[in-house]
């Protein structure tokens, strides 16, 4: 198992207004750690369909809270999305969580469903727990940009034929 950096944890209000405030502090955490330009648009569109999915569906008369919880490692970020707002233990809750159910329509599942396909096609994991909230767990890989890793190559090369 890999060595965790960093954790971070978020407990926002569960209102429209702060899909941005989560889309903006992952693509910013992203971009630290060295995702492609591509990587963080698909995490921050994963990330907004999860946690619209929150404002929209968790609760019912009342705003409640939503958590957002993000693990780094070398190779990789995990972002939790709850819908009760609650700390959780990444640990304590991979004992819970597992994968999307195929044999269940993408509709029938509580968050809806043009949003788990977002999340499904953008991110290379998503695990799901459904009890007393929802809670999505996105994995996203760290593939740094090809182009970006070579520039200095190709600009080295090409001065060398000048």
Do not use: W
């Amino acid at each position: 198992m890999s060595e965790v950096l960093d954790y971070i944890e978020m407990k926002l209000p569960a209102k429209a207004e702060y899909v941005g405030v989560v889309r903006l502090t992952i693509s910013g955490l992203a971009s630290r750690l060295g995702y492609s330009y591509d990587a963080i648009e698909d995490l921050k569109i994963a990330v907004a369909e999860a946690a619209t999915n929150v404002v929209e569906h968790a609760y019912k008369d009342t705003v409640g809270l939503m958590g957002i919880g993000c693990r780094v490692f070398r190779d990789k970020m995990e972002i939790i999305v709850s819908d009760n707002g609650q700390s959780f233990n990444f640990e304590d809750l991979q004992k819970d969580i597992g994968p999307v159910n195929p044999n269940k329509p993408v509709q029938d599942l509580k968050e809806g469903g043009l949003g788990l396909f977002l999340m499904e096609s953008l991110t290379d994991k998503v695990e799901i727990k459904q009890e007393s909230g929802v809670v999505i767990k996105m994995t996203k890989f760290l593939e740094r940009d090809e182009v970006e890793q070579h520039v200095d190559g190709i600009r080295s090369t090409n001065a060398q034929h000048q």
